[in-house]
């Protein structure tokens, strides 16, 4: 069974930095496709960040320069650093998981097989 745990989330003020990290059990991490999402209160899932297995990363615009995604294969988790936080940041952060074979884009929501269940980014402005 396919497990995605985040932490990380919390409250901080805007300007302010938080990591999250998204562990993954029950597959083989160092070929899957991993990525970030978010979705604020009314709104719609939307894509912030992932990282290919080969290693090529992608953004959506709003956190170019912000945000970063990396992953350690040897730990089996996905990170996202977060700096110069905004008020429009907030959300429920979900990492997702797509193996390698799934076509589709990373930045589409039903592209990915497994996600995990959330955590909170509360950003005071």
């Known amino acids: 069974q396919v497990q995605l745990v985040e932490s990380g989330g919390g409250m901080v003020q805007a300007g302010g930095s938080l990591r999250l990290s998204c562990a993954v059990s029950?597959?083989?991490?160092?070929?899957?496709?991993m990525g970030w999402f978010r979705q604020a209160p009314g709104k719609e899932r939307e894509f912030v960040a992932a990282?290919?297995?080969?290693?090529?990363?992608y953004y959506t615009d709003s956190v170019k320069g912000r945000f970063t995604i990396s992953r350690d294969n040897a730990k089996n988790t996905v990170y996202l650093q977060m700096n110069s936080l905004r008020a429009e940041d907030t959300a429920v952060y979900y990492c997702?998981?797509?193996?390698?074979?799934?076509?589709?884009?990373?930045?589409?929501?039903?592209?990915?097989?497994?996600w995990g269940q959330g955590t909170q980014v509360t950003v005071s402005s």
């Open positions: 997702a998981a797509a193996p390698m074979t799934r076509g589709g884009q990373l930045t589409t929501a039903r592209t990915y097989d497994y």
């Open positions: 029950g597959r083989t991490f160092s070929t899957s496709n």
């Open positions: 990282a290919r297995w080969t290693g090529s990363v």
